[in-house]
């Protein structure tokens, strides 16, 4: 595991959110500091997803605050996020379907005007995929859900992210896949990216976090160093089926 800084890029305070009178977050606390790779882990409904849209600003708060780089999100849009560096692969990977990997690669660096820049980024992604460059051309639409992945990661780095946030990045994958996705989130956290993964197997995020979360019912209930947690009997128990 890298060395961790003192700045904290991420603070959630008191964190609540509601839909429809259902309280699906209740008071959750937690923090992301520089160079770490952080993972909240969680049962499905346990309100992970929803904390994430929090953070990105994708979905409003009812009550506490979220702090990046040491200011409030509260007024900014999820775009005002992104051109500060904190930028999210969601849940289902949300590729343009019917535009080539090409294009959603570019998409991903909107906000960027340095075309050098984008055309080498472009360039390392399909290093670190070579799937993808077989298939730049190709409709995201056409691609396994393995490759979509690929490609919402690499698209999310091309906006040139502080802190990326992982949700679910594994579902749904093949073992092979997962073992490639996990393999690229070591990766890039070791090109010195801040991680916050959100992840339902378990074992897998503790394994290569430095701190960790576990989430239950839309509170936070333990928290700890990643090895710690993947070796504490409850969690074992409670997600690892031990």
């Known amino acids: 595991m890298a060395e961790t800084s003192s700045t904290v890029l991420l603070k959630v305070r008191g964190l609540q959110v509601a839909y429809g009178g259902i309280q699906a977050v209740k008071g959750v606390d937690f923090e992301v500091r520089e160079g770490e790779l952080v993972s909240l882990i969680g049962s499905n409904g346990a309100g992970k997803t929803t904390t994430m849209k929090a953070i990105t600003a994708t979905l409003g708060f009812a009550g506490g605050d979220i702090a990046y780089l040491g200011h ?80 919402a990661m690499s698209r999310a780095l091309m906006a040139q992210p502080r802190l990326l946030l992982l949700d679910e990045p594994s579902m749904g994958l093949s073992p092979i896949m997962v073992d490639k996705i996990f393999e690229v989130v070591r990766d ?43 070796h504490d009997p409850k969690v074992r128990a409670a997600y690892l089926g031990e």
């Open 188 to 230: 890039v956290y070791a090109m010195g990216v801040t991680v916050l993964l959100v992840e339902q197997n378990a074992s897998r995020a503790l394994a290569i976090a430095d701190r960790a979360y576990v989430m239950e019912s839309g509170a936070i209930t333990m928290a700890g160093t990643g090895q710690a947690m993947l």
């Open 72 to 151: 409030s999100i509260r007024g900014l849009g999820a775009w005002d996020l992104v051109a500060r560096g904190l930028v999210m692969v969601p849940e289902g990977r949300g590729v343009f379907a019917r535009m080539s990997i090409t294009e959603n690669l570019q998409m991903g660096a909107y906000l960027r005007r340095d075309k050098a820049g984008i055309a080498a980024d472009i360039d390392k992604m399909f290093t670190l995929f070579p799937r993808l460059r077989e298939r730049k051309d190709q409709w995201a639409g056409t691609l396994s859900g393995g490759e979509q992945q690929m490609l």
